[in-house]
């Protein structure tokens, strides 16, 4: 059975930054991309960040210069650091394989940036 578990979001103030994590277990983790993806209310669900099995990485424009994915094999995990954070940003975050399989969606984790 596959599990994406997302931790590390939270309320947090335009400017500041905040560091997500997403386990996986029930995946041969280490040969699969791996995505952030992200979800604000009424919006569909958009691709933030991925990053292959040997570790290159895209960003949407949106967040490039500002969020930096990476991944930690011996770990299961992959993160997803977020500076600068705007207003904009808040949403709830997911981590998917890329592509996407359906079935692993979790619960994702929300980040609010709010004053």
């Known amino acids: 059975q596959v599990q994406l578990v997302e931790s590390g979001g939270g309320l947090v103030q335009p400017g500041g930054s905040l560091r997500l994590s997403c386990e996986a277990s029930g995946i041969i983790f280490m040969i699969n991309a791996m995505g952030w993806y992200r979800q604000a209310p009424g919006k569909e669900r958009e691709l933030v960040a991925t990053?292959?099995?040997?570790?290159?990485?895209n960003y949407a424009d949106s967040v490039k210069g500002r969020f930096t994915i990476s991944r930690d094999n011996a770990k299961n995990t992959v993160y997803l650091q977020m500076n600068s954070l705007k207003v904009e940003d808040t949403a709830v975050y997911y981590c998917n394989t890329r592509p996407v399989v359906a079935t692993y969606w979790g619960q994702g984790t929300q980040v609010t940036v709010s004053s």
């Open positions: 990053i292959s099995s040997d570790g290159r990485t």
